[in-house]
């Protein structure tokens, strides 16, 4: 932020006006939700809520299917993206500059994926790893589905924390005769580590949120999973469930939405605290 | 000798595996697309495109497939969620920027990160409890293309808003400096010294935008009421693409299910032109 000289013209009062009503506004629709959903979604929290299993579609009851299949998806979406992910990020980061046609094609291709609307990778996820792959709706399916859905995120993160190590510790490294298999696994892997955690945190965070790709992956059923080609319900899938398809879930959605909340709450919290600390080790 | 040949082998393994996966994104996009395209290939092959804009209604069962309906409403509650939200977005990153003391700019970013990581879902759920009644009121049923605009603005917002701020911080200081130091006022500086360069950030981001809200599916699909119909005024239910797919996947057929692997392949070939055209922006801007 910079300082400008204050102005007294009518243009610039009006401009002043304009952005502060804009700022408030967008200050008190949020304000609203965030206390209407926390204080509707509160009230009805309880340790039974998030270890029952849901009655009567989800109208009484508690929520522990959707957490544990939530939970099963993000895990084995991460186990699945994770390896690629930092693989790739290492190839484009390390052996790769972005004048070369190769990395221009994979920046862009990853810039496209990032941007395909969720449903569309849900019906590539049904087609795909659901009908062809033959693993039926289960939770596997989904987390193949999201896995595509946040490698772009993954690598861009990672590869970014990876150009940041100044380039005096390769040089060094090569000096010293250390080799490439060397270098990356022993020098550079260990000082981006920081900066993989916040990426992968990142990523939880948007896997989390998303519902429309897992419709028809992932299916909706409400047991809980017994095994990871069963099919699952996430919690995000849940609260639209709720909303949409049961008369009378509407508490059980607010609380539902309210946990969702708190759980994106504290991974914000964790990326806010990561990408300080870098921030301070950079300096 | 042998320790050294060993060492050559493991770094050019190395590169060979690294290089393989980072062809796994290709390799996805590539399979996105091949897959939409087979599935949709029945539709392509057997009726003429010109029947999504031409045919009598829609009724899949009956091999009527008048698409205009979506794809009119898709482009309306994007075009209304952008207009609400661009100006709104703009001016906040102004006010955060020159205008408001520093402890409640840091607070309402801090406020506006966390916002643009909630589900949508969780917006559309608000929606229908909060804004849908809200509008009710007005007219019913509420459930209508205006609810969707505001869900979808509140959806794209904070991006927005942080997209702009960002592209306000990454402006070249000195020009700035040059500015007050020659005794320009405030609103110039703004106006035409910042605004000019922020320009090309500004519409990339938008794009971007654009390209998520035109994506976005349940929230939207919870306030809309998803009548098939081109709406006579903005209380009046509309369905978009999107919520078409995610609502008639389940049951769908044969031609059906082509048809709405097409209107997904649709899609997918409207976001591959925006972030090409982003690409090329920001291409220019570097050049220049």
């Known amino acids: ?283 | 000798m042998s320790l050294l040949t060993r060492r050559k082998q493991r770094d050019q393994l190395l590169h060979l595996t690294l290089k393989l996966s980072a062809l796994v994104s290709i390799i996805s996009l590539f399979a996105i697309i091949l897959f939409l395209l087979v599935e949709s290939w029945p539709m392509i092959e057997s009726t003429a495109i010109s029947q999504y804009f031409f045919a009598e209604s829609w009724h899949p069962t009956n091999g009527e497939f008048l698409l205009l309906p979506m794809i009119v409403g898709s482009l309306l509650i994007m075009a209304g969620a952008m207009l609400l939200s661009i100006p709104i977005g703009i001016f906040t990153a102004i006010l955060w920027q020159f205008y408001a003391p520093r402890w409640f700019s840091t607070l309402l970013e801090r406020m506006v990160e966390v916002l643009s990581g909630i589900p949508s879902v969780v917006y559309g759920f608000w929606g229908i409890v909060v804004i849908v009644p809200l509008l009710a009121v007005y007219q019913a049923p509420g459930t209508s293309l205006l609810a969707g605009i505001i869900v979808l603005t509140l959806i794209v917002l904070p991006t927005i808003t942080l997209v702009a701020n960002s592209t306000f911080q990454q402006i070249d200081k000195h020009y700035i400096q040059n500015a007050i130091a020659l005794g320009l006022s405030r609103f110039t500086i703004i106006r035409h010294v910042i605004f000019p360069q922020a320009k090309r950030g500004l519409l990339t981001g938008v794009i971007l935008q654009a390209g998520r809200a035109i994506g976005e599916t349940l929230a939207v699909l919870m306030v809309c009421g998803n009548v098939v119909q081109l709406p006579g005024s903005i209380f009046e239910p509309v369905r978009t693409l999107t919520s078409n797919i995610a609502l008639e996947m389940a049951y769908a057929m044969d031609m059906h299910r082509s048809a709405l692997f097409l209107s997904g392949l649709m899609l997918m070939l409207v976001v591959l032109s925006l972030v090409l055209i982003s690409e090329k922006l920001k291409q220019q801007g570097n050049n220049l």
Not at chain 1, 242 to 259: C, D, I, K, R
């Open chain 1, 1 to 283: 932020m910079i300082h400008l000289p204050s102005d007294h013209s009518l243009a610039d009062r009006l401009l002043k006006f304009t952005s502060w009503f804009c700022g408030l506004l967008l200050f008190t629709f949020f304000i609203y939700l965030f206390f209407d959903i926390a204080s509707r979604g509160f009230s009805h929290i309880s340790f039974e809520f998030l270890t029952d299993p849901p009655i009567s579609a989800g109208r009484a009851g508690g929520i522990a299917p959707m957490l544990v299949s939530t939970l099963l998806l993000l895990a084995l979406c991460l186990l699945i993206s994770l390896p690629i992910g930092i693989a790739s990020a290492i190839y484009l980061a390390e052996y790769t500059n972005e004048q070369q046609w190769f990395a221009r094609i994979i920046q862009t291709n990853l810039n496209v994926i990032a941007g395909v609307p969720s449903i569309v990778m849900g019906l590539f996820g049904y087609a795909f790893f659901v009908v062809a792959l033959g693993l039926g709706f289960s939770i596997i399916a989904g987390s193949l589905t999201l896995a595509c859905m946040i490698l772009p995120l993954l690598i861009r993160n990672i590869e970014n924390s990876l150009r940041n190590i100044p380039n005096e510790y390769r040089i060094n490294a090569t000096a010293l005769g250390l080799s490439k298999f060397r270098t990356i696994f022993q020098i550079l892997l260990p000082m981006a580590a920081r900066g993989i955690l916040l990426a992968v945190i990142l990523s939880i965070g948007r896997a989390m949120a998303e519902t429309a790709a897992l419709l028809y992956t992932s299916g909706y059923v409400t047991r809980m999973p017994e095994s990871i080609l069963d099919s699952g319900r996430s919690l995000s899938v849940h609260i639209f469930d709720l909303s949409m398809n049961v008369p009378g879930g509407e508490q059980n959605a607010y609380s539902s939405a309210f946990t969702l909340i708190v759980m994106l709450l504290i991974i914000n919290l964790i990326t806010l605290g990561l990408s300080r600390t870098i921030h301070k080790r950079s300096v």
